[in-house]
Nanobody
Framework: DVQLVESGGGSVQAGGSLRLSCVAS??????????MGWFRQTPGKDREGVAA???????????YYADSVKGRFDISRDNAKSTVYLQMNSLKPEDTAIYYC?????????????????WGQGTQVTVS
């Protein structure tokens, strides 16, 4: 099975920055195409897509962002460390949520939670 472990959450003042990390283990997608995404969820709301990165043969093909985070967040990956990052800058109170890392072998709608097969346990981000 795939295991995803997030870290890097915490509390920060508005305008500050955090970098989330997601370490993947227990699988290899080999040379195929696969997607890794970051989602967030607040109480009473559905889990929403924040960013995603598509990779083929270990090379990042494209990145996607929700309109609400474009220009502030950056998703990247380090193949050697099997890690995906979410750099979050200019944080706003509305970014407060539990952030989840997700992975799947094939994804056509990057922001749909139903496209992803594997999930991490989540990490809390609080912006005040």
């Amino acid at each position: 099975d795939v295991q995803l472990v997030e870290s890097g959450g915490g509390s920060v003042q508005a305008g500050g920055s955090l970098r989330l990390s997601c370490v993947a283990s227990g699988y290899t997608y080999g040379t195929g195409i696969y997607s890794m995404g970051w989602f967030r969820q607040t109480p009473g709301k559905d889990r929403e897509g924040v960013a995603a990165i598509y990779t083929y043969g270990g090379v990042a093909l494209d990145t996607y962002y929700a309109d609400s985070v474009k220009g502030r967040f950056d998703i990247s990956r380090d193949n050697a460390k099997s890690t995906v990052y979410l750099q979050m800058n200019s944080l706003k109170p509305e970014d407060t949520a539990i952030y989840y890392c997700a992975s799947t072998a094939l994804c056509t709608i990057w922001y749909s939670r139903y496209e992803y097969a594997y999930w991490g346990q989540g990490t809390q981000v609080t912006v005040s």
